[in-house]
């Protein structure tokens, strides 16, 4: 017994020695190249102009056509270039078009595109490949899933819908190779700046229909855009060089742009952190607060807002001073200092902070606030008028919906006891699974919910139309026919001033109301290492790194 | 060799002999039993489950906070006199929220052993010991359960039923016997070729009476140990299913959800936020480990020296 | 031998089908569809993607072929993914999961049954404890917690391996080990309980008496009588863990398999569902199967095909 023991122990530890050495060994290897790559990873980014950055995921598609999200609109946005592009102020300047023309009534654009705009593979770009990607768009066999960014065209909508089947019937001809001409259904005053939008970039024609799979991989892609893909490992790397053919080359430093793609918000930080990336918008919500008030994280407005949607259909938030009890007994500031964390601004208006009114920003225009925030004397008066007049002693059980999240699910608990606190109500808390949650806000399912909504394209009335009566996406039914009025003069006026004081005036009418209560803007934060300058963000367009730069 | 014909052992004294083999089993309960009262560390072990159990129910009278009590401009803040164990990111009291969450997480972890003891252990037993194609059919069984995609199983119960504990059982019911099934199979597979499970059979003893006198006692090592290895386990899968929204409304605390969400104190440093909650879930696990070792230690005669 | 294989191999394409099927019915039953978004798309485009993927067509047409997808392992192109197949994520995919998992299930049974050993052999020793310690650390830390703490001493402190992302062996250690804790930790004390059992058994015992010992003995007589609990929880684990897990690939960012299995649900990527169900159905039958293959090798009385009498 005892010798068999001793020959086990013995065994095991020889096992363990044995295993303890090639670790060590294997260990101090590693060391070794680590240090080596640290030590090039340096010198690196002293001699060569390269940048790291995280695309999350993997991009679903990088054809303009079938692009749906942020990131692959961020990752072609590099690639591609539209007729127009953005520069570090966010201004209009040329992109592919050189110079272009309005008709005086506003519907009809003529672009003059440069002769020097060329593909990667050498061909020029010409306006016949724009009027192909753009009626590709609208194609309905392609389905596109934003084609809508292309309603505004003549024609547009229809195409789309299968109810028009003439592609030359849409309102975007080429004139000659370098003369694209555009007509609209109606003016529309931003639409100069969404032909930057990643849904509008061109793709070569020729290549298209060559090869219908052409975008799929790094050595068959062809982009007319400031850089081109080198290396493309699906759901790993993706590695730009510039394009040797581009008409702007000398602006573009860098040697190279990586993206990688890791979709968790602590291992980004820890990545930043080890120099493994060089630029993070993705940072774990817990810390953004105190990254943003260190001064190391930056932010920039995102045209997002999170709001409390209310079942209009449900007796209870029918009634004008229930919703406005609810709306006014939070306090959005401490919400947003101490439960969301993630450097959002509380919101006392609809429209986010950086969106355009057609006639300026917005929130200049309309006032920064609609409403007192914590405001909770009033709301108990409002409750009590509102229970009269509804006839009840005290409010039936509410229940809040929202779905699965982490901010989500503090940020209701925290909501829960304000209204507890402040009115004495009891509200329940019932998380959903996301697609679950939409389609229950979609069937009207639902007493009072957390949502969000983001802008499309830059211009307010965007977000404002979900909320007039019968429109589709009023899953709150709100019926406000003052509402409705103010938003169909405002389509109707051609005099911009004009339409953006009735957007602002819709605004007050709907927050009045409490028709949704506003809870935060939210907001980009994120880290850039000192040595990089030269990114440009935008509100909505996709982020630019053309002219970025190592120092 | 002879084939074994019945009327060999047509005897009266049948009966007898099933008394014989019957009467060890009775003195054997008592003397598993007197030999875990000797077994200090399995007696610490049960002691520890007792007073987790007490302070689940008295714990949260102790202090003057309700488990979700908030004070926003007290969050965050480390153990001190008045939180005894600090607070969490909405200012609510730790102490309080951990005795709270001890009774969901203590309910769950209980519910899981006694689902893989009743569910797993039998399912597993009866497929091995019948064999043929008993056993086929009741393990492919086992198969699609464990193959079905589990999240969409999840989402289905999330949309059929409400949110609460029965909620979860359910969804704990469906699969998480599996592992205890297959384990018992295995083991009763080798056990049932064993020559006193053959005497036994020969003599004439029926089907349940083979299977509980003699097979389940003998897989009685891996079925302890897996079923206290199946505690951790569900306190997790407590934590998932109801951030997924199948469980327990926020802003009620389990075990589970306090150290998923104490994950980020990691990064931000409040991490007594993670270590009470990891603390408890530990403990318990050490509990129920060396109760469990001491269970086997105490059923396993042949160590008794 | 080879009846018992026939035997399986038809009784795996029935659970393989009846696993597409539930599948399948699951999959509709759910709310949702792959195009179910806050954001506001306009009617006809949802229909023009309903149209565009097939999902207009009646239900049994469409469980004709996904059944035949499934036959074929031809699953289309997945619907998130639109540049790729579901064979092609699934192709890009295993190799780093089943690279991961490898290690993994190598590390976790090494060093589970070695700690096992010990803790038995030493029963009721202060290795005994140690080993149990390490278990329960193992199994009441959930691996997400490991990961992290494992990303900020390693590779954040001492910096010997990368936080995360793929390319060198060095990139896998992490994910590897973390994803080896739990299987090990239930290794350990599975190990230990069979090997105290099959230690305490009157052949052994009588083996020992008369001097039998030695490496052989312990690995031919004890080890191998103890392996049954073990080999059964190793087939699914391996199954699982070979096709990656959404948690640690997502925090190391490893362009693994296992978000798939999650993704495809959450975003209602029918094709992927299908085919990650009936690529996972697929190993875990044949892992199923070894474990039963396994058992004979061990203990030859063991007869699977034999019912009771």
């Known amino acids: 017994m005892i010798k068999l023991r001793s020959r086990i122990v013995f065994l095991t530890f020889f096992f363990v020695i044995t295993l303890l050495i090639s670790a060590c060994s294997n260990n101090s290897q590693v060391n070794n190249q680590t240090d080596n790559e640290n030590k090039d990873a340096k010198t690196d980014s002293t001699k060569e102009q390269v940048i790291t950055v995280n695309a999350l995921s993997e991009p679903p598609s990088l054809e303009p ?94 195409y789309n819908e299968g109810s028009l089947k003439d592609p030359a019937e849409l309102g975007v001809k080429a004139v000659d190779e370098y003369t694209l001409e555009v007509t609209l259904e109606k003016p529309t005053s931003f639409f100069l700046g969404l032909t930057a939008f990643f849904t509008l970039l061109p793709i070569n024609e020729e290549v298209d229909k060559a090869n219908s799979k052409w975008a799929s991989e790094a050595d068959t892609f062809v982009s007319n855009g400031p850089f081109t893909i080198e290396s493309w490992k699906h759901g790993q790397e993706i590695v730009m060089v510039p394009n040797e053919n581009y008409w702007g080359k000398d602006v573009v430093k860098l040697d190279k742009l990586k993206w990688v793609m890791v979709n968790e918000q602590n291992t980004e930080y820890a990545m930043y952190q080890s120099n493994e990336l060089d630029f993070s918008t993705n940072l774990p919500n817990s810390i953004r607060n105190k990254l943003i008030s260190s001064g190391e994280a930056y932010t920039a407005p995102s045209a997002s807002l999170a709001y409390l949607r209310f079942n209009h259909k449900n007796d209870v938030f029918a009634n004008e001073k229930i919703r406005q009890a609810l709306g006014l007994a939070l306090d959005r500031n401490l919400l947003v200092e101490k439960v969301t964390q993630g450097g959002e601004i509380p919101a006392l208006g609809l429209i986010p902070i950086g969106l355009s009114s057609g006639a300026g920003e917005f929130r200049d225009l309309a006032g920064e606030s609609l409403f007192k925030d914590n405001d909770v004397e009033t709301a108990k008066q409002k409750l009590q008028e509102g229970l009269d007049e509804l006839g009840l002693s005290s409010l039936p059980k509410i229940n809040l919906l929202f779905y699965t999240d982490d901010t989500y699910n503090k940020l209701s608990q925290a909501m829960q006891e304000m209204w507890k606190k402040n009115l004495g109500i009891e509200v329940e808390l ?49 019926s406000i026919p003052e509402y409705d009025q103010l938003m169909k003069k405002a389509e109707a006026e ?54 970025a730069y190592v120092k | 060799m002879q084939p074994v014909r019945d009327e060999l052992f047509v005897f009266k004294k049948k009966n007898k002999e099933e008394d014989l083999l019957s009467k060890p089993s009775v003195s054997f309960w008592k003397d598993a039993l007197g030999r875990l009262k000797h077994n200090k560390l399995a007696m610490t072990g049960l002691g520890i489950i007792i007073c987790l159990i007490t302070m689940s129910i008295i714990g949260p009278l102790l202090v003057p906070y309700s488990y979700s009590d908030q004070s926003l401009l007290n969050a965050n803040l480390p153990p001190s006199t008045n939180n005894w164990f600090g607070t969490d990111d909405l200012g609510r009291d730790i102490f309080s929220r951990t005795w709270v969450g001890a009774r969901i997480s203590l309910f769950i972890g209980i519910t899981a052993v006694i ?72 083991e009763i597979l080798r056990l049932k070729e064993s020559e006193f499970v053959l005497a036994s059979q020969v ?12 097979l389940i ?60 909650p990891a603390l408890f879930i530990s403990l318990t696990m050490f509990s129920f480990n060396v109760l469990g070792d001491g269970l086997r230690d105490a059923l396993d005669p042949k160590l008794k020296k | 031998m080879r009846q018992f294989l026939v035997r399986r191999i038809i009784s795996v394409f029935v659970t393989l089908f009846v696993i597409i099927s539930l599948t399948f019915l699951l999959m509709y039953a759910i709310p949702g569809d792959p195009f179910t978004s806050e954001n506001r798309i306009p009617e006809q485009v949802v229909e023009n993607l309903k149209e565009h993927y097939g999902l207009n067509d009646p239900m049994l047409i469409q469980y004709i072929k996904y059944l035949k997808g499934a036959l074929l392992f031809d699953f289309g192109p997945s619907i998130k993914w639109d540049n790729q197949t579901v064979n092609e994520l699934i192709a890009s995919g295993f190799p780093v999961s089943a690279m991961i998992g490898l290690q993994a299930i190598l590390i976790a049974t090494f060093f589970g049954i070695l700690l096992g050993i010990f803790a038995a052999i030493r029963h009721n020793s202060a290795i005994d404890y140690f080993s149990m310690i390490i278990a329960i ?98 087939g699914p684990i391996t199954a699982t863990v070979l096709t990656g897990s959404f948690v640690i690939e997502q925090i190391f960012g490893v362009p693994g398999l296992g978000k798939y299995f999650v993704e495809g649900i959450t975003d209602r990527d029918y094709p992927l569902i299908l085919g990650t169900t009936v690529f996972y159905s697929a190993i875990l039958v044949f892992f199923i199967i070894l474990v039963d293959i396994a058992y004979v090798l061990i203990d030859p009385r063991i007869k699977l095909m034999k019912g009771r009498r």
């Open chain 1, 65 to 158: 056509a079938l692009i749906d999200n942020q990131v692959a609109g961020d990752i072609s946005n590099q690639l591609f270039e539209g007729l127009v592009r953005l520069d570090k102020e966010g201004k209009i300047v040329p992109g592919v078009a050189e110079r272009w023309e309005t008709s005086d009534d506003g519907t009809i654009y003529t672009f003059y595109l440069n002769k020097d705009a060329k593909w990667s593979n050498g061909d020029p770009v010409t306006a016949q490949d724009f009027v192909y990607s753009w009626e590709k768009v609208l194609r309905p066999e392609v389905a596109s899933p934003l084609g809508s960014n292309l309603f505004f065209i003549k024609n547009g909508a229809a």
């Open chain 2, 203 to 214: 003599l004439g003893g029926s089907f349940f009476r083979v299977l509980f006198k003699h």
């Open chain 2, 115 to 186: 689902l893989d003891l009743i569910i797993g252990v039998i399912w597993g037993a009866i497929a091995a010991y019948k064999g043929g194609r008993t056993d086929e059919i009741m393990m492919r069984i086992v198969d699609i359960l464990y193959g079905l995609p589990h999240l969409l199983v999840t989402i289905l119960l999330m949309v059929v039923l409400k949110p609460g504990l029965l909620t979860i059982i359910i969804a704990m019911a469906a699969t998480g016997w599996i592992g205890m099934a297959r384990l018992v199979r295995g």
């Open chain 3, 137 to 234: 650390l193992g199994l009441s830390v959930p691996s997400f917690i490991f990961a992290t703490v494992l990303i900020n001493f390693f590779a954040i402190k001492l910096q010997w391996f990368p936080v995360a992302t793929w390319g060198t062996w060095k990139h896998s250690v992490l994910p590897s080990v973390a994803l080896a804790v739990t299987p090990m930790a239930y290794i350990a004390r599975l190990t230990r309980s069979s090997i105290l059992e099959v230690l305490s058994m009157d052949y052994i015992q009588t083996a020992m008496a008369k001097g039998v010992t030695g490496v052989r003995f312990v690995f031919r007589h004890v080890l191998r009588n103890a392996l049954i609990p073990v080999v059964t929880i190793l």
């Open chain 2, 217 to 276: 006692p003998n897989a009685m090592g891996p079925i302890i140990v897996s079923m206290t290895l199946s505690v951790p386990g569900a306190i997790f899968a407590e934590a998932t299913l109801s951030f997924l929204g199948l469980g327990v409304p926020v802003p009620l605390a389990s075990w589970g959800t306090m150290t998923s969400e104490g994950l980020v104190t990691l990064l931000t440093g409040e991490t007594w936020r993670l270590f009470f």
């Open chain 1, 430 to 478: 019932q998380t959903m699974e996301r697609k679950v949650f939409v389609q229950n806000i979609q069937a009207g399912d639902y007493q009072l919910a957390i949502y969000s909504t983001g802008a499309d394209y830059d211009d307010a009335s965007n977000l404002m139309g979900q909320f007039m009566t019968g429109d589709v996406y009023n899953y709150s039914n709100i």
């Open chain 1, 494 to 547: 051609l005099n911009l001033e004009e339409r953006a004081q009735y957007l602002v005036d819709a605004e007050i009418v709907l927050i009045d109301q409490m028709a949704i209560s506003p809870l935060y803007y939210r907001t980009k934060v994120y880290l850039q290492k000192d040595n990089i300058d030269g990114i440009f963000q935008y509100t909505i367009q996709a982020i630019d790194f053309r002219e």
